[in-house]
Nanobody, 113 residues
Protein backbone atom coordinates (compact mmCIF):
# COMPACT_ATOMS: atom_id res chain seq x y z
CA UNK A 1 0.00 0.00 0.00
CA UNK A 2 1.29 3.43 -0.96
CA UNK A 3 0.59 6.45 1.20
CA UNK A 4 0.52 9.92 -0.33
CA UNK A 5 0.94 13.06 1.76
CA UNK A 6 0.36 16.48 0.21
CA UNK A 7 1.75 19.77 1.47
CA UNK A 8 2.20 23.33 0.29
CA UNK A 9 -1.35 24.61 0.13
CA UNK A 10 -2.44 27.91 1.60
CA UNK A 11 -3.85 31.35 0.96
CA UNK A 12 -2.42 33.37 -1.91
CA UNK A 13 -3.43 36.55 -3.71
CA UNK A 14 -4.53 36.47 -7.35
CA UNK A 15 -1.47 36.41 -9.57
CA UNK A 16 0.61 34.70 -6.92
CA UNK A 17 2.34 31.32 -6.88
CA UNK A 18 2.33 28.16 -4.80
CA UNK A 19 4.15 24.85 -5.07
CA UNK A 20 2.39 21.72 -3.93
CA UNK A 21 4.32 18.61 -2.97
CA UNK A 22 3.18 15.02 -2.65
CA UNK A 23 5.46 12.60 -0.87
CA UNK A 24 4.91 8.89 -1.50
CA UNK A 25 5.87 5.97 0.69
CA UNK A 26 7.18 2.73 -0.76
CA UNK A 27 9.83 1.79 -3.28
CA UNK A 28 7.81 1.56 -6.49
CA UNK A 29 7.12 5.27 -6.96
CA UNK A 30 8.95 5.47 -10.28
CA UNK A 31 6.62 2.82 -11.71
CA UNK A 32 3.49 4.87 -11.11
CA UNK A 33 1.90 7.56 -13.20
CA UNK A 34 1.12 10.46 -10.84
CA UNK A 35 -1.51 13.15 -11.05
CA UNK A 36 -3.03 16.14 -9.33
CA UNK A 37 -6.78 16.56 -9.06
CA UNK A 38 -8.81 19.36 -7.51
CA UNK A 39 -12.30 19.77 -6.19
CA UNK A 40 -13.94 23.14 -5.68
CA UNK A 41 -17.01 23.55 -3.45
CA UNK A 42 -20.11 22.24 -5.19
CA UNK A 43 -18.15 20.88 -8.13
CA UNK A 44 -16.92 17.50 -9.24
CA UNK A 45 -13.31 16.50 -8.76
CA UNK A 46 -11.33 17.20 -11.92
CA UNK A 47 -7.96 16.14 -13.26
CA UNK A 48 -5.53 19.05 -13.29
CA UNK A 49 -2.25 17.53 -14.43
CA UNK A 50 -0.65 14.15 -14.95
CA UNK A 51 2.90 12.92 -15.35
CA UNK A 52 3.73 9.51 -16.70
CA UNK A 53 6.52 7.18 -15.73
CA UNK A 54 8.48 8.47 -18.73
CA UNK A 55 8.00 12.09 -17.72
CA UNK A 56 5.36 12.92 -20.31
CA UNK A 57 2.85 15.44 -19.01
CA UNK A 58 -0.69 16.55 -19.71
CA UNK A 59 -2.79 19.42 -18.34
CA UNK A 60 -6.39 20.49 -18.29
CA UNK A 61 -6.84 23.46 -20.63
CA UNK A 62 -7.63 25.90 -17.81
CA UNK A 63 -4.13 25.57 -16.29
CA UNK A 64 -1.97 25.20 -19.39
CA UNK A 65 0.90 27.68 -19.36
CA UNK A 66 0.41 28.41 -15.65
CA UNK A 67 0.91 25.07 -13.86
CA UNK A 68 3.80 22.64 -14.15
CA UNK A 69 3.83 19.08 -12.85
CA UNK A 70 7.14 17.37 -12.16
CA UNK A 71 8.48 14.39 -10.29
CA UNK A 72 11.62 13.40 -8.39
CA UNK A 73 11.95 9.62 -8.35
CA UNK A 74 14.82 9.78 -5.85
CA UNK A 75 12.75 11.71 -3.33
CA UNK A 76 9.53 9.82 -4.22
CA UNK A 77 7.80 13.17 -4.65
CA UNK A 78 5.59 14.78 -7.25
CA UNK A 79 5.20 18.56 -7.45
CA UNK A 80 2.71 21.01 -8.86
CA UNK A 81 4.10 24.49 -9.46
CA UNK A 82 1.19 26.90 -9.78
CA UNK A 83 1.82 30.39 -11.15
CA UNK A 84 -0.49 33.26 -12.08
CA UNK A 85 -3.12 31.86 -9.77
CA UNK A 86 -6.74 32.88 -10.27
CA UNK A 87 -9.69 32.88 -7.90
CA UNK A 88 -11.17 29.98 -9.85
CA UNK A 89 -8.15 27.86 -8.89
CA UNK A 90 -9.47 27.77 -5.33
CA UNK A 91 -10.06 24.13 -4.42
CA UNK A 92 -8.82 21.19 -2.42
CA UNK A 93 -5.96 19.65 -4.38
CA UNK A 94 -5.43 15.91 -4.23
CA UNK A 95 -2.44 13.82 -5.20
CA UNK A 96 -3.21 10.62 -7.08
CA UNK A 97 -1.05 7.65 -7.90
CA UNK A 98 -1.22 4.76 -10.33
CA UNK A 99 -4.37 5.76 -12.18
CA UNK A 100 -6.53 6.18 -9.12
CA UNK A 101 -5.27 3.39 -6.90
CA UNK A 102 -3.81 5.77 -4.31
CA UNK A 103 -5.05 9.13 -3.02
CA UNK A 104 -3.71 11.71 -0.63
CA UNK A 105 -5.80 13.51 1.96
CA UNK A 106 -5.84 16.78 0.06
CA UNK A 107 -4.49 20.26 0.64
CA UNK A 108 -6.52 23.47 0.48
CA UNK A 109 -5.56 26.19 -1.99
CA UNK A 110 -7.38 29.49 -1.62
CA UNK A 111 -6.82 32.34 -4.06
CA UNK A 112 -8.23 35.55 -2.65
CA UNK A 113 -7.34 39.15 -2.06
Amino acid sequence: QVQLVESGGGLVQPGGSLRLSCAASGSAFSAYAMAWYRQAPGKQRELVALIGTDGDTMYVDSVKGRFTISRDNVKNTVYLQMNSLKREDTAVYYCNGDWGRFWGQGTQVTVSS
